[in-house]
């Protein structure tokens, strides 16, 4: 079994798989404060709350944007025993060919999603990801990378609003029924977050298509895809799992078949 590990700024997410099947994915607050011994403890009783045993587990990928927390999860990971773990980032062999001007500075999950996009779906592919920012990234039919746009997240443009219009409530994606002409102050700003970036994101894959010259795959992941992607016009494929079947990919192509 292969343990895979997003740390992301917001949230961890955890995937098991069994050859290429997912046994099961779970997610955890994002704690910069936890220990190795705490997050190895939480390691344990995710696997036993499935009916895994750590002993099981026989390699790990991680892939993290928040620095701090990635030697405290490989050291929690050693908890399971000696077994191979592949950290995502320079030097690690994706099977991409990255096309930007900093190869070395692209994101461990950008470069996940983009692997996952890759081995799953037809290309060229644009991915959606939907997270703490909102990325969008392309993929090219001869499996380069070539760079994306970056911008403020749904939630961290929710609370922007609220925290700088004193009038305005600090408010979730939840609060209420999602309407185009708002009737009311929640109404109002929950329109212009959910269908704002909706219709954001259509008219970005637009242009993007427009620059490639042919039809690409949409495929969208991340953690508010599901309250985002309904709402938009154009056909995208929602595939929550993807960054960790990107994981797995890039755990196979750098570990020796004798040693997974």
Do not use: W
Request: hydrophobic letters at 45%; proline letters at 6%; one cysteine or more.
């Amino acid at each position: 079994m292969i343990l895979t590990v997003d740390i992301g700024n917001s949230n961890i997410c955890f995937g098991v798989f069994e050859g290429k099947t997912a046994l099961f994915t779970a997610r955890a607050k994002t704690d910069p404060l936890r220990t190795e011994t705490e997050y190895a403890i939480l390691l344990s009783q995710i696997f036993r709350l499935h009916g895994v045993e750590p002993s099981q587990v026989t390699g790990a990928a991680v892939s993290s944007v928040v620095p701090a927390l990635t030697p405290v999860f490989q050291q929690a990971i050693r908890t399971l025993g000696e077994i191979p773990t592949v950290v995502v980032g320079p030097g690690v062999k994706t099977g991409l060919n990255i096309r930007i001007d900093e190869p070395a500075s692209l994101g461990a999950d950008l470069a996940c999603t983009a692997v996952g996009a890759a081995e799953k779906y037809p290309l060229p592919a644009i991915i959606v990801d939907l997270g703490t920012a909102t990325k969008l990234t392309v993929v090219t039919g001869d499996r380069s990378f070539i760079g994306g746009s970056i911008l403020p997240g749904v939630m961290i443009s929710l609370g922007a609003l609220s925290g700088s219009a004193s009038l305005l409530p600090s408010i979730g994606l939840g609060a209420g029924k999602v309407k185009t002409i708002g009737s009311n102050t929640v109404d109002c700003m929950l329109s212009g977050a959910v269908l704002g970036t909706a219709s954001m994101l259509d008219g970005l894959i637009e242009r993007y298509r427009e620059e490639l010259g042919e039809v690409p795959t949409v495929v969208a992941c991340g953690g508010l895809s599901s309250a985002i992607i309904p709402y938009c016009k154009t056909k995208i494929i929602l595939d929550r799992d993807l960054l960790l079947d990107g994981l797995l990919a890039i755990y196979r192509r750098n570990v020796p078949p004798r040693q997974q």
